[in-house]
C-alpha cells in the first residue's frame, strides 16, 4: 500500500475517495497528502476509545454494555482522525464475540453507505475527536 510501486499505481487514477476497512498498514505521509481528507475508514470502535485492534475481545473482557462503530478519516495517527459517522450498538449479556463481529460486518457496511452518500451530497460534517481523559479505554 505504501510502496512506490502501489502510488505510482493509484496516480493514474482520479479517485475520489479511498475507503479501508480492517487493514493492517498505516498509511504513510505520501499517501496521505496525495488525498487530503479522502481516505476513510471503518473502524469497529466508539472513538476516541479503543484506537487499537481486537476492539470486540477488549469489550467483552471489559463487560462494556455498548461498543461503537466509527467511521473516520485518515490521518498520520492511529484512528485519531475527524469523525464522519459514529454509531452505538448494546452488548447483549448473550453476545459473544462472534455476534459482535457479525453485527459489527453489517453495520460497517452501512455506515460506509451512509458516508458514501454524505460524499456524493457534498455533505460531510465531520467533527473532531475528544481528547480522552487520562486511563480511557484505550486498550
Known amino acids: 500500500m505504501n510502496s512506490k510501486e502501489f502510488l505510482n499505481e493509484l496516480k493514474k487514477y482520479s479517485n475520489d475517495l479511498l475507503v479501508s476497512m480492517s487493514f493492517d ?14 481516505i476513510i475508514n471503518c473502524h469497529a470502535g466508539k472513538l476516541p476509545f479503543y484506537r487499537d485492534r481486537n476492539i470486540l475481545n477488549w469489550a467483552l473482557i471489559n463487560n462494556e454494555k455498548e461498543f461503537g462503530i466509527s467511521v473516520h478519516f485518515i490521518d498520520k495517527g492511529i484512528n485519531t482522525g475527524d469523525i464522519i459517522l ?4 448494546e452488548i447483549k449479556d448473550s453476545d459473544d464475540y462472534t455476534t459482535l463481529l457479525n453485527l459489527c460486518h453489517k453495520e460497517c457496511a452501512s455506515l460506509l453507505y451512509e458516508s ?5 451530497e457534498d455533505n460531510v460534517k465531520a467533527y473532531k475527536q475528544k481528547r480522552k481523559k487520562k486511563g480511557g479505554g484505550n486498550i
Open 25 to 38: 498498514q498505516i498509511f504513510k505521509e505520501e499517501l496521505l497528502k496525495l488525498y487530503p481528507r479522502k
Open 116 to 120: 458514501l452518500i454524505l460524499f456524493l
Open 86 to 89: 459514529q454509531k452505538t450498538y
